[in-house]
């Protein structure tokens, strides 16, 4: 996550253990229930995007081979404007989620299945229609006049191979993939013509003051007692010695000592002392804390600081920290009004509403569009791979009971 004026001090992320299949069960339909509607299949994937799109121009709708070992029926799984859709391309698009996701035996699948809310016939309609959406978006491309230069591919290309350390390195790493410089180039051209078709198809709206008061009420405890912090840094490489260390705390230390005595304002020793390029020129500012993430240390300091309260030297891995609490947001049970909100958690409310509604109807759009184009779904054969009974969740779900219940007992037993 890049945080505000690209500071760094964004929180840790620490290795977790492998999941038995139980908890990933488990934690499956606990994620699966709070996302409402998603596509299961990475069909967006730039590769296969790549694939389609050739496909498409044969008048079928394919992927390459397949090293899994699993049953492919063939036949055609639908058509759209002419176009066929073969019962294996959906297959494989299918299967790879069920496969990375180790759903191995019949019952973990069906178990997974059912905490998204779907059936194995239901999600094969599902990966239909996104492949149809995405073989579609070329011809909207067309039919809206959707226009890219190549100076704005040439300069998206550029920007992605500087988040690479350059182009050798990028296309290195992209060629593992399949691309060339040029394929590459491609498909930033449909990517940029597909992100020009959402704001043709689906423009930004401005909510309204009472659709952000409601958001943010409906919402309060993830943005109630929010802190904004400004923050002085003197930085430590990982690699430092002791010697160096001590000398980078020492002068935080002398910072602080300054602070403390009043000799210096602490902007001012903002000014003087931070290593912290991306808020020195603002004071030290990070901004909110429920707007963005901090390192564990920086976040409990900041946390038991009251307004305008400076904390001592706080150590994380980016080095000793000075942490200013420069305001503190809190209301009680709901806000009354839109006024109460400070401004950079309103802005990122309405930001949040601007996206959440050019994606429905954007969403909603190309549900239209697909049904407008002659989408025709044959029944889906019996035997593929991913057709599965349901009612084997049920079974699962109560042998996951009963190890719980063992479990229970076991520690139960343990504990006299």
């Known amino acids: ?6 500071m760094k001090i964004k929180r840790e992320e620490k290795e977790a253990p492998k999941p038995t299949k ?3 069960k488990k934690e499956a339909k606990s994620k699966l229930t709070k996302t409402g509607k998603i596509i299961l299949v990475a069909i967006g994937v730039a590769a296969m995007l790549l694939s389609v799109t050739a496909m498409a121009c044969s008048g079928i709708l394919n992927q390459a081979n397949s090293t899994e070992e699993y049953h492919l029926t063939g036949g055609v799984a639908a058509t759209i404007d002419g176009t066929n859709i073969t019962e294996d391309t959906v297959t494989k698009q299918i299967m790879s989620t069920r496969t990375s996701g180790g759903y191995d035996d019949d019952a973990a699948w069906a178990s997974y299945l059912k905490g998204q809310g779907k059936t194995p016939e239901s999600l094969r309609e599902e990966t239909i229609r996104s492949l149809a959406g995405n073989y579609l978006l070329s011809k909207a491309v067309k039919e809206y006049n959707i226009t890219v230069s190549d100076d704005d591919v040439n300069e998206s290309f550029e920007n992605a191979a500087s ?3 350059g182009t050798e390195a990028m296309m290195s790493l992209l060629s593992q993939m399949g691309y060339t410089e040029d394929s590459y180039k491609e498909q930033i051209k449909s990517s940029l013509e597909q992100q020009k078709l959402k704001e043709e198809v689906a423009p930004e709206k401005e909510p309204t003051d009472d659709e952000v008061l409601t958001y943010f009420n409906d919402n309060v405890s993830t943005y109630n007692d929010a802190r904004r912090s400004s923050n002085l840094l003197i930085k430590v490489d990982s690699d430092a010695s002791d010697e160096d260390k001590e000398k980078a705390k020492a002068t935080a230390q002398e910072a602080l000592d300054k602070i403390n005595s009043s000799e210096l304002s602490f902007e001012d020793a903002v000014e003087e002392y931070s290593e912290d390029t ?7 500012d990070v901004g909110w804390d429920k707007l963005t993430s901090f390192v564990t240390e920086y976040q409990d300091a900041l946390s038991a600081l009251s307004k305008d309260q400076i904390s001592g030297i706080v150590e994380t891995t980016y ?6 609490c420069t305001d503190y947001f809190h209301v009680d049970e709901k806000a009354d ?3 109460q909100i400070p401004t950079e958690i309103k802005d990122a409310i309405v930001s949040s509403l601007k996206s959440s509604q050019v994606d429905e109807d954007y969403s909603a759009w190309l549900e239209e569009y ?8 044959n029944a889906m054969p019996a035997d593929v791979p991913y057709n599965v009974d349901m009612n084997a969740a049920d079974s699962s779900d109560a042998d996951s009971s009963d190890d719980s219940s063992s479990d229970a007992d076991a520690n139960s037993g343990s504990a006299e």
């Open 22 to 24: 139980a908890e990933r």
């Open 278 to 284: 991306g808020s020195k020129d603002d004071g030290g």
């Open 319 to 324: 080095g000793y920290h000075i942490i200013k």
């Open 163 to 165: 988040n690479y350390g």
């Open 1 to 6: 996550m890049v945080m505000k004026k690209n």
């Open 370 to 377: 697909i049904d407008k184009n002659d989408l025709k779904i």
């Open 337 to 339: 009004s839109i006024d």
